[in-house]
């Protein structure tokens, strides 16, 4: 399975993303992760994509493709993988499938969360997230058996700078006008699925299992 998952900030991409890869065998690759990776670790690629993350902007095409690409190159992509917030506009679209003609592999899937503004707010301002393996908890909807501490590994969780109030409605913004449109796109592609993304982590997983049989 070769899949992309978009949907608005907050709607449940990254925590979909790992329970689906973790059943599949498959990596999840989320830039959102990759940059906040390299962020933390101080690396060049880090420098460069911080301002643009705090704003709650698109960090440029040219090096999120060039990221994706490297990353999709790799052995453990081979046999399909899940893009978590990748593409994000209809250029990185385009990118996206030159970089898996090249590789001679195609989409299978774009897999649509649907879920509202109000609920995003709710979601994102309660997340906290492990600065070890990426695990995302909610201090409301899956709080964590010892406060602070991720359940699946015993890391440090932390609450993202870009998850204020201020940014994530900016990022909201962002999204209807950058990545809105990939949803046209995809459709006519003929390869969009959609599920609603409220009611629970397992509600939510049941449905987007059914999507995917459905292009499988
Ligand atoms: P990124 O990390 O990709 O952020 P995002 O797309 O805004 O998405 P989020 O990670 O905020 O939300 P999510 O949908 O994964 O929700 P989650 O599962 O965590 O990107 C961050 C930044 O990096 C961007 O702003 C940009 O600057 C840069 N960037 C990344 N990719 C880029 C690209 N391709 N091009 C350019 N720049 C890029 O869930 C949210 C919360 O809700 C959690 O607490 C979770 O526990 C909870 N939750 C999940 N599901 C449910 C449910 N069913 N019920 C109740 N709570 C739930």
Redesign the pocket.
Known sequence: MRAV?V????????????ILASELSIPKV????I??ANVSGGTELGKQ?KA??D???????E??NAM?RDRLKEQDAKQGFLL??????VA?AEALNKILDDLGERLDAVLE?KVDEE??VR??S????CRNCNH???????PPRSEGVCDNCGGELFQ?E??SEHVVRH?LE??REQTEPLVSFYANEGILVAIE?????D??TERAKSALRSRA
């Open positions: 998952l949907g608005p900030p907050g709607a449940g991409k990254g925590t979909q993303a790992q989320s830039t959102g992760d940059f906040r994509a643009y993350m704003r709650g902007d698109l960090v440029p095409d090096v999120t994706v978590d917030g990748f593409p994000r506009n990185q969360l609920e995003v979601r994102l309660g997340r906290r997230q995302v908890h909610h201090v409301e909807f899956d993202r870009d998850d990022r962002v999204y993304a409220t009611g629970s982590v509600e939510v």
